[in-house]
């Protein structure tokens, strides 16, 4: 074996069958915009099945939520006739208001309590595939 370089003739029969670079860097192009679009169609995915997930439960809950209104509504009624009964109309009034500002204020404290709780809503899955696109890209095998 000698330690010239190859003749011109032997260098094209090396790297025969092997593409140039502007055909790999073409080929590289069109490969992360299928990425990119794979991982676009995968975030739509992910958010569309989670909003038509809390569509549903949102509209029934505003459903049983009118009938719950009117159904307080009488509560409060009733309770101000029955507290008619015992004191003038105008302090049964104030009576109810006042037992139900405390009611609202207990329920103001332990939703923002559970508020506090509930997940970020981020599409987890196209997050996570992003992350390894970017350390595959970088060369991580990790």
Do not use: C, N, Q
């Not at 809390?54 to 009733?78: E, K, M, Q, R, S």
């Not at 015992?86 to 009034?93: C, E, G, T, Y």
């Not at 207990?106 to 987890?124: H, Q, Y």
Request: proline content about 6%; overall charge positive; glycine content about 6%.
């Amino acid at each position: 074996m000698s330690d010239k370089p190859p003749l011109p003739r032997e260098r094209h029969r090396t790297t025969k069958g092997l593409r140039p670079l502007p055909v790999l860097l073409r080929d590289l192009v069109a490969e992360i915009r299928r990425l990119l679009a794979a991982e676009f169609a995968l975030f739509k995915a992910e958010m569309s099945a989670k909003a038509k997930d809390a569509g549903v439960g949102v509209g029934l809950l505003v459903g049983a939520l009118v009938f719950v209104f009117f159904a307080v509504a009488i509560l409060v009624t009733t309770a101000v006739l029955a507290f008619a009964l015992i004191v003038p109309a105008w302090l049964a009034a104030l009576i109810v208001a006042g037992i139900l500002l405390v009611i609202a204020g207990i329920a103001i404290l332990i939703g923002v309590m559970s508020l506090r709780k509930v997940p970020p809503i981020l599409p987890e899955e196209t997050v996570a595939s992003l992350e390894e696109d970017f350390r595959a890209l970088k060369g991580d095998r990790a």
